[in-house]
């Protein structure tokens, strides 16, 4: 069995961010603070996007909000089908690395707002339609969103930093600082990754928690788990897993804890004391010495390792999907890869 390609795509991060960061302040700074402009002048900005996409958006609106600037994110979908007419004012950012996602391609034309697309192709229908249009310049994936995942998630913060005015010169080193952070954090995943086949041994679902800027990393990990592993997963706050689902909790309980976000620190790794007491497993994903607001930038390399080592174990090559596509064209059916 070859894993090859998915692991050279997470061993490809860090240089792919270079690509990402020399591109965000050298021949694309021009888009990115004109993009940014529309967003501040608007007063407030909504990300929207599906999967990875959706989930790289979270840090940068939570940073918008953390400096008082209105702003949330929405999965295209569900603003597609019951969110006619909504929201009625400010900006929106349109996020989808192939540019040609279908509720992406569908939701562009009925906006009224200002349209910002955020993607990793420059022809496609999303960089020609929309208003002001932020091309990413990451290395591309195989089918598994993995560098296109960091990439953008740089990107979005990069813009959010724009929005606020922020000075180039403090974001460019805390990116290259993150970018450091995340290629020691490969390094030290890879030459630990065994343990993870230990840890998920005898999982039938595998529970990913986090709060703040981490649920990004809850919900990219449990995606990666479902595409990459083939395994159930689920991506939750830390907080409602204590109302109720916690209930679930038994010796077949496995869990992986983002921990990075100092506001909440504490009270996650209680939770992770109080899961282990009840006999479940938790793994606490925590980074040190990362540039804040980066910190899922790094949490994500956990899951993206486990996943891969998980499929190893199974038998599964990573990426090499049955049913879903690398673009998915269509809002019903499904064609083979």
Known sequence: MKLSVMLDNISNQPFSL???????????????RAAAAAIRSAGS?????????????????????????PAEVV???????????????GAVVLVSRSGETIEIVKLLPRLKSISIGVTNVRESLLAREAKHSIFINSEADRMVAIQTYTGTMATLLLLAAAVLEEPDDKWREALRGATDSLAKAIDEEQAQSEDWNEFLAGAEVVHLLGRGPSLASAREGALLFNEA????????????????????????FRAIMFASQ?????????????????????????????????????????????????????GIDPGDFRYA?????????FEKP
């Open 45 to 69: 900005v909504v990300f929207t996007g599906m999967g990875s996409s959706m989930s790289a958006a979270i840090p940068a609106a939570y940073y918008l909000q953390s400096q008082g600037f």
């Open 75 to 89: 999965e295209t979908s569900e603003w597609l089908h019951f969110g006619s007419g909504w929201p009625r004012a």
């Open 325 to 333: 596509t690398l673009v998915t064209t269509a809002e019903t059916g």
């Open 262 to 314: 100092a506001a909440t620190h504490d009270i996650d790794l209680a939770l992770a004391s109080d899961i282990e007491s009840m006999g479940g497993k938790v793994r606490v994903c925590q980074p040190r010495d990362v540039p804040s607001p980066f910190e899922p930038m790094i949490e994500i390399v956990s899951p993206q390792i486990a996943s891969c080592r998980l499929a190893e174990a199974k």
């Open 229 to 252: 592993a083939r395994t159930p997963s689920a991506g939750l706050s830390a907080a409602l897993f204590r109302h109720g689902p916690v209930e679930i909790v038994d010796k077949h």
């Open 18 to 32: 270079g690509c990402v960061a020399d591109h965000q302040f050298g021949e694309g700074a021009e888009e990115l």
